[in-house]
């Protein structure tokens, strides 16, 4: 191997050996970066290498981060990250779940279904993991407790509905991983809603299933009432405000009334007034949401900077030409070496969070694979389809990296609302069946490109 090889590779191991430090990802992005920075520079000086780093391509990393400040769609985020944070206080998720459990009361698994039914909800109006699994953790975990759940069903099934909020759009992952790989955040988000679907009726099929295959984990509430026009109209009175407002950002965007970064400015307009209609509105509740929009902002764009160095580094270290000769010589042929990277992915989420595979992995691998010779029908409408569906086939496995251990967000942010007689070890065994629904809903989306690029298509045809 050369130097330079083996500076990557290095470079790569440091990385992951940091992360079991417990310093803050950022700092170890940044940190490993200019470490390599440095011995790349000492290599060309004393060992007369010729990789060619030195302080005037160390300078770039200054006009990168600016770049990152002058991006215009990234504004979108911390509006969408508000947005959700208010959504939270505003108790909307509250009223859907009296309506729905007085309209699935009478179905085996019904207080099951209101949780993923809810948690698609909250996917599409809050975009933020941490916020719905403690929301429908809080609200649901003690009804389900009560009424005689399984534990692992009840767990897995808060944990991974929860999860959805990071795919079904508006999803400030989908938002990052438009501007690395600069697509349309339109494109993306129409293309993640029919796998965001389809992952929610999963959920519900097995749910269904398991309550017809093992009827006592899922025992029927006692002294259930009959469904009647009132049930419905107190269903339409809950669910109407929040998918007005759903409507407002993603119908803007889909119709192209408005940019993403407009419509995220909307939705946050829209939250704080539903919040005044729900009577949840205050200057406290006010103060609450912004304290938190700018933690979670301040951490997505420290790791924004972080990653901005390191990438800077294993570019001029040749790491692009590195992955790309490595990829392609794989024996596997295109849709191989898809599965081989995703396989990867998912693999990195049981130790990375997906932001980070976000901002490094995805930029080194996407470009080799738009380069392969796979023929996804774009409908003569959506630019680069292959980029397209190909990320979306990343976001999905990347579903799986809140779920699975031992960084899976999802399970701790859960653990913390759990009761106590819930362990951790039985949260990992009631997320694993909805791991392999994650798993079978990525293969619906490799043997079928259409659920991914059909409903783009169709809504920039009319």
């Not at 991006?71 to 979108?76: F, P």
């Not at 975009?127 to 003690?142: D, K, N, R």
């Amino acid at each position: 191997m050369e130097i330079n090889e083996i500076l990557i590779v290095a470079m790569f191991a440091s990385f992951i050996l940091l992360l079991f430090t417990g310093f803050p990802i950022a700092w170890v992005l940044g940190g490993v970066g200019t470490l390599f920075a440095a011995l790349a520079y000492l290599s060309d000086m004393y060992l007369d290498t010729m990789i060619g780093i030195d302080f005037n391509s160390i300078g770039l990393v200054v006009s990168r981060i600016y770049k990152i400040m002058d991006n215009w769609i990234l504004v979108a985020l911390p509006m969408f990250i508000f947005m959700g944070n208010m959504l939270d206080k505003s108790g909307a998720a509250e009223n859907l779940m009296q309506s729905f459990q007085e309209l699935f009361g009478r179905v085996r698994g019904g207080l099951a279904i209101t949780v993923i039914l809810i948690g698609i909800i909250l996917a599409a109006s809050t975009g933020i993991v941490g916020a719905s699994v403690v929301l429908l953790g809080v609200m649901s975990l003690p009804a389900m407790m009560k009424q005689g759940y399984c534990k692992t069903v009840a767990v897995g099934t808060v944990a991974s509905a929860g999860t959805l909020g990071i795919l079904i759009p508006p999803s400030i992952m989908l938002v990052i991983m438009a501007d690395q790989l600069a697509l349309s955040v339109g494109d993306l988000f129409m293309g993640a809603v029919i796998p965001g679907l389809l992952l929610g009726v999963l959920y519900i099929v097995y749910v269904l299933g398991w309550g017809v295959i093992r009827p006592e984990s899922m025992p029927l509430a006692e002294n259930v009432k009959p469904v009647t026009w009132r049930v419905w109209v107190n269903v339409l009175r809950s669910v109407l405000p929040t998918l007005l407002m759903i409507i407002a950002v993603l119908g803007s965007i889909f119709t192209g009334m408005a940019t993403p970064t407009e419509a995220s400015a909307v939705g946050a307009a829209a939250a704080i007034v539903l919040a005044w209609y729900n009577g949840r509105l205050s200057l406290k509740v006010v103060r609450e949401c912004l304290h938190n929009t700018f933690s979670v902002s301040g951490y997505i764009f420290a790791i924004f900077i972080g990653a901005t160095m390191f990438a800077l580094v294993l570019r001029e270290l040749g790491g692009d030409e590195y992955i790309e000769s490595f990829l392609t010589s794989l024996p596997f042929g295109p849709y191989g070496i898809i599965l081989f990277v995703l396989g990867i992915v998912f693999l990195l989420g049981f130790v990375l969070d997906w932001i980070e595979i976000t901002l490094i992995v995805l930029p080194l691998v996407a470009p080799v694979v738009n380069a392969l010779e796979i023929s996804i029908n774009g409908y003569g409408v959506i630019d680069q389809p292959v980029l397209v569906w190909f990320v979306m086939l990343v976001a999905v496995t990347l579903q799986t990296s809140f779920l699975t251990p031992p960084v899976g967000f999802a399970l701790f942010y859960l653990k913390g609302v759990c009761p106590p007689e819930i362990t951790l070890g039985t949260i990992y065994r009631g997320v694993i069946p909805f791991i392999v629904l994650q798993l079978i809903g990525l293969t619906l989306l490799i043997l079928f490109p259409a659920l991914v690029n059909w409903f783009p298509a169709m809504v920039y045809g009319q």
